[in-house]
């Protein structure tokens, strides 16, 4: 009879007398190297950037979004050309925009890409089962959602803050620029904070819309509708009954305000809505797009 006790000098998959194979040591090691917790973070945002763009993609992928950046950015483009050339010509005056009136005047690309970026850098996540291989790393949903937000913001600010920049550019150049290093950077920042409040806004409304449904056509037609049917519903409610604070629900003219009020180029009028319900507004639909969104992606059912 085959002596049934290993060997001492045994490991873990050796073949005794009897031909079977037995494994005797059956822990593991803890892993005591570096845990990069951040590396997950950062790589989800960098791809969501990389597929709001259409990069690594299709050339179908890229159309719609190049569209739109160039409709934002060809107009000053042009200003900081014809700036440069007519640079010191006293018999000619170039008049260039405002930078909130140069906001309004791209208001098409904006709202082309807030219908098209979240839909697409959220994707089919929940569809795929996407959505539980990222959450098998260190991301928890909470961080999930705040790193796929971050990449569709940072999409909206390249095209709500970026053309200003070009368009400061210009002034500076045609020398009607702001006078001073200290009165260029104020100018400055306001363009970055005028950018990141309204793409915050747009974000948080685009995104709670695209967490809802897994398909992406239905996610950009629910943002088209929230953007413009119940702006038309606002403005008629305000219109009809007389309350002014109706118009806080009016997402774009919301969204339009803000610039202005940031530059201080509001002019009061009856057709001008208050800096305080600009805020007002921007806090509610900011604040309730993020707890919309949260809310269900904490309830989601994760499929592997």
Do not use: C
């Amino acid at each position: 009879m085959t002596d049934p006790t290993p060997p001492s000098d045994a490991v873990a998959g050796d073949v005794f007398a009897d031909g079977e194979a037995r494994i005797l040591d059956r822990g593991f090691r803890h892993y005591d190297g570096p845990r990069l917790r951040w590396q997950p973070f950062r790589t989800v945002v960098v791809h969501g950037i990389q597929r709001g763009l259409g990069f690594r993609r299709s050339t179908g992928a890229k159309v719609l979004p190049f569209i739109a950046v160039a409709i934002a950015y060809l107009p000053a483009i042009v200003m900081i050309g014809l700036a440069t050339m007519v640079r010191g010509a006293a018999s000619i005056d170039l008049e260039l925009p405002t930078y909130s009136e140069y906001f309004s005047s791209i208001s098409l690309a904006i709202l082309l890409l807030t219908a098209l970026v979240a839909p697409e850098v959220f994707g089919n996540d929940q569809r795929t089962g996407m959505l539980g291989i990222y959450l098998a790393s260190p991301l928890t949903r909470t961080w999930y959602l705040v790193a796929k937000s971050l990449s569709v913001a940072t999409i909206l600010v390249l095209i709500t803050a970026g053309p200003q920049l070009l368009l400061l550019v210009a002034n500076t150049v045609q020398g009607v620029g702001p006078d001073g290093p200290l009165d260029w950077l104020v100018v400055f920042g306001r363009i970055i904070a005028s950018g990141v409040v309204v793409s915050a806004l747009l974000t948080s409304v685009s995104v709670a819309v695209t967490v809802v449904t897994n398909n992406k056509g239905i996610a950009i037609a629910g943002i088209v509708v929230l953007l413009m049917v119940v702006t038309g519903i606002a403005a008629s409610a305000a219109e009809v009954t007389g309350v002014d604070a109706w118009r806080m629900f009016n997402v774009l003219e919301v969204v339009f305000t803000l610039p202005p009020t940031i530059h201080g180029e509001v002019v009061d009028g009856e057709d001008t809505l208050s800096p305080a319900l600009a805020w007002a507004g921007w806090f509610l639909w900011t604040g309730g797009g993020a707890l919309v969104a949260w809310f269900r992606l904490q309830r989601l059912e994760i499929t592997r």
